[in-house]
C-alpha cells in the first residue's frame, strides 16, 4: 500500500487551497527500472534533491517491497514525493511504453543498467 494514500489525501497543485481536513501531496517524479540503481543510489540522490531543490526538511526513505518512496513536507505545507519503482532495467522500457502495470503512467525517468535491446520493448 502507498504510504501517502488514504481516505483524507488528495493530489492538488501545491498552490491550490485544500478543503479542510484534506492533506495535499504532490508526486514530484516517478523512477522505474534498474534494482542496481534503484535500491540505493536513486532515493539517497531522489532525498538530497527534495531537500536541496524543494526545500523539504528532513525527506524520509521508506521501502515498501519493490518500491521507494522518498517524501516530507515543503514549506508550504504540501507533501512531496518522490516514487521508485526498482524491478529492473527491462521495466523502464515497458514504463515508457506504457505496459508496465504498477505504475498508474510511464515514468518520467526510466533506469537501466544495461543496454537495450528489443527484449526490452515487448510485454
Given at each position: 500500500?502507498?504510504?501517502?494514500?488514504?481516505?483524507?489525501?488528495?493530489?492538488?497543485?501545491?498552490?491550490?487551497?485544500?478543503p479542510q481536513g484534506v492533506r495535499v501531496r504532490?508526486?514530484?517524479?516517478?523512477?522505474v527500472g534498474s534494482n542496481?540503481?534503484?535500491?540505493?543510489?536513486?532515493?539517497?540522490?531522489?532525498?538530497?534533491?527534495l531537500e536541496r531543490e524543494k526545500h523539504v526538511s528532513p525527506?524520509?526513505?521508506?521501502?515498501?517491497?519493490?518500491?521507494?518512496y522518498v517524501s516530507g513536507k515543503m514549506p508550504d505545507g504540501t507533501t512531496a514525493y518522490i516514487e521508485i519503482h526498482a524491478t529492473?532495467?527491462?521495466?523502464?522500457f515497458k514504463s515508457f511504453a506504457g505496459l508496465y502495470p504498477a505504475a498508474d503512467a510511464p515514468c518520467d525517468i526510466g533506469m537501466s543498467?544495461?543496454?537495450?535491446?528489443?527484449a526490452n520493448w515487448k510485454s
Open positions: 500500500m502507498h504510504p501517502l494514500s488514504g481516505s483524507k489525501w488528495s493530489i492538488m497543485a501545491p498552490e491550490s487551497t485544500a504532490l508526486q514530484i517524479l516517478l523512477f542496481t540503481l534503484g535500491e540505493k543510489a536513486v532515493p539517497e540522490l531522489a532525498k538530497a534533491y525527506a524520509t526513505i521508506s521501502p515498501q517491497g519493490e518500491s521507494i529492473g532495467s527491462g521495466d523502464c543498467s544495461g543496454r537495450s535491446s528489443r
